[in-house]
């Protein structure tokens, strides 16, 4: 198993930045890793994904153009920078691993994913 954790949530005003981690506890370059995020009353949405090769990315429509998802295996860390936010991209961040070894496939349901952070929250002021 591996434990994540996810960090860099606060508040911020719209249109600025911020930029999530999330950190593994044992090696996950071999993994597919994913961010999704969940609003209240909302269902848990795709936001990004990276192959284990960390060439291959996966966005959501609603973050493309906005969002880049980047690796770092050496530090074990996985980041989402996030863009020109807006008050819909608050919500609760989660990070998440694909648990198939060298997957050719970047997959972005939550079902696909097999470990989970607890999140860190993003909130947007207008």
């Known amino acids: 198993q591996v434990q994540l954790v996810e960090a860099g949530g606060g508040l911020v005003q719209a249109g600025s930045s911020l930029r999530l981690s999330c950190t593994a506890s044992r090696s996950i370059s071999t993994y597919v890793m994913a961010w999704f995020r969940q609003a209240p009353g909302q269902e848990r949405e795709f936001v990004a994904a990276?192959?284990?090769?960390?060439?291959?990315?996966r966005y959501g429509d609603s973050v493309k153009g906005r969002f880049t998802i980047s690796r770092d295996n050496v530090k074990r860390t996985l980041y989402l920078q996030m863009d020109s936010l807006k008050p819909e991209d608050a919500a609760v961040y989660y990070c998440?691993?694909?648990?198939?070894?060298?997957?050719?496939?970047?997959?972005?349901?939550?079902?696909?994913?097999?470990?989970w952070g607890k999140g860190t929250l993003v909130t947007v002021s207008s």
């Open positions: 990276l192959g284990w090769s960390g060439g291959t990315a």
């Open positions: 998440a691993v694909d648990g198939q070894e060298y997957s050719l496939v970047v997959r972005t349901r939550p079902t696909d994913m097999d470990y």
